[in-house]
């Protein structure tokens, strides 16, 4: 059960950062995955006043307000064209509509969970996070920050360089945490592969042996999934097994690379 001790509703970005400082005291979020904690919170801070709901796009890129939906990046026109669909793909099968209409982007990059979808296509997209303290940052090294950091992130931006990028996940049923998660992308000859739900968070693999830059075929696709897999730590959990997530990434990153060439 969470028990909240009191509730504050910030009109600055200083004051909610101020309020984080306190160990006890939580950004609220979409409040879908903290409500499931069994927790004392001293101070709840609601972020839902200071306008970080937009999504924009600007000259250096979509960016995107931590308190976006993830429905809202589900529907939206300009970033799903901007990604041939795969910002849809990572988030439709989360729950379900109502469950997106609270989730936030912030929330599930932030808590940096092993079974994010977000987290994993963000990182193939090479997306940077701005932290209201730290600054801006690439996102792959705010994943790695330690969690007790105390910061706000306020954005996460998606470079303006053109890309393309593929998604895909398996899961047992259609709406259950994924199994495996990957999402490759290709932005100026250079192909950028992230494998999350390991069981852990995602991270990347670059295509460093030049596996594909001659161009993607059956048989460099094929070869490009074994070198991912390969490299991946993959562990096991109630979902399944180490030995069966690597049989999975081959596939999907297969799977992921000849999609990438047919949209090419």
Known sequence: MLTIGRYSRPESLDEAYALCQKKNNVVLGGMLWLKMQHRRVGT??????????????????????????LRALETHAGLNAATGGAMADSVRHIVGVQFRN???????????????????????????????????????????????????????????????????????????????????????????????????????????????????????????????ASRAVLGGNLRAGADYRRAICEVLVRRAALALNKEG
């Not at 709840?44 to 939906?69: K, N, Y």
């Not at 593929?166 to 250079?190: E, H, K």
């Open 102 to 228: 609270c989730a936030t982007v912030g929330g599930s990059l932030w808590g940096r969970f092993g079974f994010s979808d977000v987290l994993t296509l963000f990182l193939a997209l090479g997306a940077t996070v701005t932290l209201h303290h730290a600054g801006e940052m690439p996102l792959a090294d705010f994943a790695a920050l330690p969690r007790t950091t105390r910061d706000i992130l306020t954005h996460v931006t998606i470079p303006a360089a053109p890309q393309r990028v593929v998604y895909l996940s398996q899961r047992n049923i259609s709406t259950d945490f994924p199994v495996l998660t990957v999402a490759l992308s290709a932005r100026d000859g250079a192909y950028t592969c992230a494998v999350g739900a390991r069981p852990m968070p995602a991270v990347c693999f670059a295509d460093d042996k030049g596996l594909l830059s001659p161009g993607i075929t059956a048989d460099s696709a094929r070869a490009f999934a074994a070198d991912v």
């Open 44 to 69: 709840a801070i609601d972020l839902s006043g200071l306008g970080l709901d937009q999504i924009e796009q600007t000259a250096d890129g979509w960016r995107i307000g931590a308190m976006v939906s």
